[in-house]
């Protein structure tokens, strides 16, 4: 990350901030995703650590898939940032966990160039959901699909 990177990104957190970012690397594009700049991904990895911080790979790309498979589903944002804090959506946003590490900056860049998607729309941690009603609606209406480590993923089958 260089200086650029982080003045926008702070300017961002401002209130009533609009600002243009520009990026010139050439755009990653994986299915319904395109990577715009660093500090989509940046974002992608602070959600990630916090949400999946004390999980191994696996889970931490699976969390990314779920990003991955809201911005193809028309219930939801249609861009990275909106996606990451569409209200209520991820709790680890506002953890003090959601922060920066290189490694899985790493790890979700390797998963993106490998155009990793996931057809899982939700997840949840039973040992620290606090929200019953959201895993009572979630295990109704959508099947189990996957289990990594303390995470369980679901998707329509």
């Excluded at 990003?67 to 003090?96: C, M, Q, T, W, Y």
Aim: with cysteine; proline share 3%.
């Amino acid at each position: 990350m260089n200086i650029t990177h982080l003045i926008c990104y702070f300017l961002l957190l401002l209130p009533n901030v609009e600002m243009t970012y520009s990026y010139t690397n050439p755009l990653i594009t994986i299915e319904a995703m395109s990577i715009k700049s660093d500090l989509e991904l940046i974002e992608l990895t602070k959600l990630v650590n916090s949400e999946a911080w004390f999980e191994n790979s696996k889970g931490k790309i699976e969390v990314l898939g779920v990003v991955i498979a809201r911005l193809k589903d028309e219930r939801f944002p249609n861009n990275i940032i909106d996606v990451i804090h569409d209200k209520g959506e991820f709790d680890g946003v506002s953890a003090p966990l959601f922060i920066y590490t290189q490694e899985t900056y790493d790890l979700l860049k390797e998963a993106y160039l490998k155009q990793y998607t996931s057809k899982y729309l939700f997840y949840y941690n039973p040992e620290f959901s606090t929200d019953r009603k959201f895993i009572k609606w979630v295990n109704k209406n959508y099947t189990l699909t996957r289990k990594i480590g303390n995470h369980k993923f679901h998707g329509k089958s």
